[in-house]
């Protein structure tokens, strides 16, 4: 993970020296000061970040969901189907479900 970082910083710095070298070239030679580098790309996406997962406090993370699958769910009945599910089911429920099952035949653990 911090290679990726670190390339991404080196793309953002390459991308920075860039406009800045641009800049100086197309100038008519007055001096013009040089603002940063600002990743729009960046801000629209964590802009559009918070309207896809909605405004979530600190206070919601904590609180324990009632759990969307019966406890007497088996993988027949919940994928052996081409229905859809009646409500969507969080991704942390639905991967515990699958390992356990996963787990209990042998093809996880």
């Known amino acids: 993970m911090e290679n990726s970082a670190v390339q991404s910083q080196r793309s953002i710095s390459s991308i920075s020296i860039s406009n800045q070298s641009l800049n100086h070239s197309v100038g008519t030679g007055s001096s013009t000061s040089h603002s940063e580098f600002v990743n729009h790309g960046l801000l629209l996406w964590n802009q559009t970040r ?38 969507p089911i969080p991704l942390p429920e639905m991967v515990g479900f699958l390992v356990d099952i996963w787990v209990q035949e042998g093809l996880y653990g």
């Open 50 to 87: 918070l309207q896809w997962i909605g405004n979530r406090s600190s206070e919601n993370r904590g609180q324990a969901r009632e759990p969307r699958l019966r406890w007497n769910a088996t993988y027949e009945n919940l994928l052996g189907t081409s229905k859809r599910f009646p409500q």
